[in-house]
Every structure is written in C-alpha cells, then in structure tokens.
C-alpha cells in the first residue's frame, strides 16, 4: 500500500507528457496552416505592389504621351513662326492639321515598349474656357470663336493599343488590365505682350475711343497727351538709348498685363529716326486696311502720361509713317480691328484682340 502520496507520480508524469506532445502536435499543424496563409497573403501583396508599379509606370508613359500630343495639336492650330510677331489671327484655325499633329505626336511615343496608339475620335477640339477653367468639345465646329484647344486621351485597353498584361497578379485570375491617361492644351487671350515685338508705345484709352477701325490717325504727344513712350514698369529709367535699342533689335522687354508700364512724354528724334528706318523691313500689307508695321500697343487710362499707369488693354495698330524732324514729328497708324496673333505670347489673359500662339497644358 502506498502511504506517502508519491505512489502516482510516473504516471502522472506520463499522463503530462502526453498532454505536452498532443499540444505540441496540434500547435506544429497551426504553424504550417499559418505558414501557408502568410505565404498566400505574402505573394497577394507582392503581385500588388509589382502590377501596380507596372501599371503607374504606363499610365505615365501615356500621360506624357497625352500631354505631348496636345501641346502639339494646339500649337498646330495656328501654326504662326518666325517674324513678322504679330500677324492676323487665324480664322478659321488649322483644325484638321491640329488633329493630325495630336495623333502623330502622340503616337511617336512608346507605352510598355509599344509605340502609343491614338484613334482620331480620341482627338477632341474644342473651347477651353480661361476664366471657369472648363473644356467644352466642339468637334464639329472649326472657328476662332469656338476652337482654341485640343484634348488628347491615350489609352491601352483592350479596344485601343491593347490592354497591360499583368504579372503575379494571374495567380490570381487577373490577366491584364485597362489604364487611360488624358490632356488638354489650349490657346487663348496673351497673358501679356512677349519679350522682342516692339511695343513701345502706350495709347491713352479715352482717346482711343474716339477712333474708328480703318482710319488713320497719328501719335502727338507734344501736342496733346494722346500716347506716350512706355517701357515694364521693373525699368523705372527708360531712355532714348534704351528705346532704340528695343527699335532696332526687335527686343522690348515682357509687359505682363499684370504689371504697368512707364510712361515718358516729349519726341526724341534719334528715337523716330530708328522708328522710321525698321519700318520698311517690317511692313506687310494687310487687305481691308493698307501696308504698314503692324504692332500691338498697351492702352493706358490716364490723363497725364508722365507717370506709371496699368495696362487696361491692348490694341493692335499697323505703323505707315513715321516723320521725325520739322514741326510736326509724329507717327502715323491705321486703327486695327483684330484680332491678331502674337508669336510667343502666352495664354492666359482677359478677352482682347490679342490672341497667343504659344499653347499651355490645363488639364
């Protein structure tokens, strides 16, 4: 008979022991179920991030694409080089040449190692509104009023260059995958008159509206304060020297219409002798109106033009003489009635006879 209370004690120890490896069992079977699980999720995520990598990459390949096609669509539309700056506006624009150029633009560039294709109904002109910020499609339409802009999707989908085969992501039924991108350009009002045309001359406003499209009229500003030599309001010290040089290498600074300009009164000969000696190389004739320098000039509203003033329009004139001695100096024009391109301006600006011809990506 066993007395002490240890009698059970190997069996005890046994009975334990079983218990431990049965756990030990169940738990290794636990692992491996986690294992595989973990495994699972492991691959799931790894075929996440490497499809998705592939994925972004292409939808940047055709955004850049997009955006190239556009920009060039648009600036096919008005496809205005070299001198002379300011030319007659386009009207209607080169549409079918803008649609041809967004595609071919567009197509010289390669998306997942295949050149990018672009059907013409993925061409779409149209107005894009500077002022809301919107794009309205007007692909029947082909005007200055309703055409300054292009919009261009490239797609590789399973209707257009093919769809993006996918990698790890089959493992889990997902073959491949469709990926868009889309850009707008447009053209529009200049933001400001560009570095290099000259633009020399500010017009007092209430007198401009005395004027009639087509007439002639001429700058006295000795006589009355009608106009004024002008230069950015960034140059406080504007000098005959200066305006020459502007004059005789086509190259007045920017005036943004954002800033002002400064006005300087009284007739400089030296000033008109080089206004007069670029103004047969420049002139053209332009029908309805006669042969001249056709410039675009920043109208001021102010009395006195001795002073700084903002730029409340700008309005395009064509230059025919220029008489710089005797007692009567002056600059004679014909009043124009637009619009007009500027070569290099930038788009941008409030409604005015000026328009840009260089393109700018809005969506």
């Known amino acids: 008979m066993c007395t002490d209370g240890f009698c059970n004690r190997p069996l005890r120890r046994n009975l334990n022991m079983k218990r431990f490896l049965a756990i030990i069992k169940d738990r290794r079977g636990m692992i491996g179920v986690l294992t595989a699980v973990s495994l699972f999720m492991f691959v799931g995520l790894l075929a996440i991030v490497i499809d998705l990598g592939h994925l972004h990459a292409v939808r940047n390949e055709l955004q850049r694409a997009a955006e190239a096609g556009a920009l ?16 007659p506006a386009v009207d209607p624009p080169f549409c079918d040449l803008g649609t041809a150029k967004a595609r071919e633009t567009a197509g010289a560039n390669l998306s997942d190692g295949a050149s990018v294709t672009v059907p013409i109904s993925d061409v779409v002109r149209g107005w894009w509104d500077w002022t809301a910020n919107t794009f309205t ?65 500010a017009i007092q406003a209430g007198w401009l509206g005395t004027l009639t499209v087509g007439g002639t009229f001429s700058f006295s500003p000795d006589h009355s304060d009608n106009s004024s030599w002008a230069g950015p309001d960034s140059l406080p010290n504007i000098n005959a020297a200066l305006l020459k040089n502007w004059i005789n290498n086509n190259s007045s600074p920017e005036m943004p219409l954002t800033g002002g300009v400064n006005l300087i009164n ?19 004739t332009y029908p309805g109106y006669g042969t001249g320098w056709l410039v675009v000039l920043p109208v001021v509203n102010v009395i006195k033009m001795n002073q700084s003033a903002p730029i409340v329009a700008l309005q395009p004139v064509i230059i025919t003489n220029v008489v710089p001695t005797g007692g009567n100096k002056r600059i004679e024009f014909i009043l124009y009635g637009g619009p007009v391109s500027v070569i290099g301006g930038t788009p941008g600006g409030p409604v005015s006879l000026v328009w840009a011809t260089r393109p700018k990506l809005v969506q």
Do not use: D, H
């Open 266 to 284: 009284g007739w400089a000969t030296s000033v008109l002798m080089a206004l007069q000696s670029q103004l047969g190389p420049n002139s053209k």
């Open 137 to 201: 499609p007007k692909p029947a339409s082909c005007s200055l009023a309703e055409t300054n802009a292009i919009q261009v999707t490239a797609r590789r989908t399973e209707a257009s260059g093919g769809p993006v085969f996918l990698t790890l992501a089959r493992l889990f039924g997902l073959e491949s995958a469709g990926v868009v991108a889309s850009a707008t350009a447009a053209v529009g009002y200049v933001s400001g008159l560009p570095p290099g045309p000259f633009n020399n001359i």
């Open 72 to 87: 060039a669509g648009t600036r096919a539309l008005f496809p205005l080089e070299g001198y002379p700056s300011v030319v």
